[in-house]
C-alpha cells in the first residue's frame, strides 16, 4: 500500500483570529498477490480531493472558540478487494470485491471553552459530527442451509454525533474543586442481510462526578 499526498493551504490570523483552508490531492496505491489455490493479482489506484478547513477565536478574553472540518479517505483492504471466494470455513464464505472504492469520511469539530480564572470557574462544550459516504458495509446471503455468503460493498453511509461538557467550580477556593461532565452519542449504520437493508441506531449517555 503507497499513500501519495500534494496539498496547499491559506492562513490567516489577526487579533485572535485564525483561519485555515486547504486542499489536497492523495492517491492510495494497492499491489497485492494471492496465492493458496487460485491466484489473482490486485492493483488498484484511487485518487481522491482531501479539503480542510478550521476557524479558531480567542478575541475575546478567556474565551476561546473553533470550528473545523476534515476529510479523510480510507482505501479498502487488499482482502476485500481480491476476485476470489474464501472457504476456509465452510460455513461462511468471503467473495471479494473488485469494484470497492475508497471510504470518505467527512468530520466537523466545534468547541467553546470559557475560563474565569479569578473565580476558579471553567466551562467546556464540544460537538462532534462523523457522516460517511460509500462506506464499507458487509452484504451477506444466508441461504437454506444455513450457509452465509458474505462481501464488503460501498454503501451509503453511517453517521455519528457526539456531545461533550465539563463544569468545574470551587467549594473551598485553591483546596476543593468540582467538576461535572457529561457526553451524549448517537451513531447510525447501516448492514444488508439478503438483500434486506438494516438500520442500527445506537444511543449512549454518561456522566462524571469527580472532586
Same mark, same amino acid.
Given at each position: 500500500v503507497q499513500l501519495h499526498r500534494l496539498g496547499t493551504s491559506l492562513r490567516y490570523s489577526s487579533k485572535g483570529i485564525n483561519i485555515s483552508?486547504?486542499?489536497?490531492r492523495q492517491l492510495f496505491s494497492l499491489e497485492g498477490t494471492v496465492t493458496g489455490g487460485i491466484v489473482s493479482d490486485v492493483k488498484r489506484d484511487f485518487y481522491n480531493w482531501i479539503p480542510n478547513f478550521s476557524f479558531n477565536s480567542s478575541a475575546r478574553k478567556n474565551q476561546y472558540f473553533n470550528v473545523?472540518?476534515? %476529510?479523510?479517505?480510507?482505501?479498502?483492504?487488499?482482502?476485500?478487494l481480491q476476485p476470489v471466494v474464501d472457504n476456509s470455513n465452510p460455513l461462511y464464505l468471503r467473495v471479494g470485491n473488485p469494484d470497492l472504492v475508497p471510504q470518505i469520511d467527512h468530520r %466537523?469539530?466545534?468547541g467553546f471553552r470559557k475560563n474565569k480564572p479569578v473565580r476558579f470557574i471553567n466551562f467546556k462544550v464540544n460537538l462532534n459530527f462523523n457522516a460517511s459516504q460509500n462506506q464499507f458495509v458487509q452484504e451477506q446471503i444466508v441461504d437454506s442451509n444455513l450457509i452465509t455468503q458474505s462481501r464488503t460493498i460501498n454503501y451509503k453511509g453511517g453517521s455519528n454525533i457526539g456531545l461533550w461538557t465539563n463544569y468545574g467550580f470551587p467549594i473551598i477556593k485553591t483546596k476543593l474543586m468540582v467538576n461535572v461532565s457529561g457526553s451524549s452519542n448517537l451513531s447510525r449504520s447501516f448492514a444488508l442481510v439478503n438483500l434486506v437493508e438494516n438500520e442500527t441506531f445506537s444511543f449512549n449517555n454518561s456522566a462524571n462526578l469527580r472532586i
Open positions: 483552508l486547504g486542499l489536497a473545523n472540518y476534515s %476529510v479523510s479517505a480510507r482505501e479498502p483492504r487488499i482482502q476485500d %466537523v469539530k466545534l
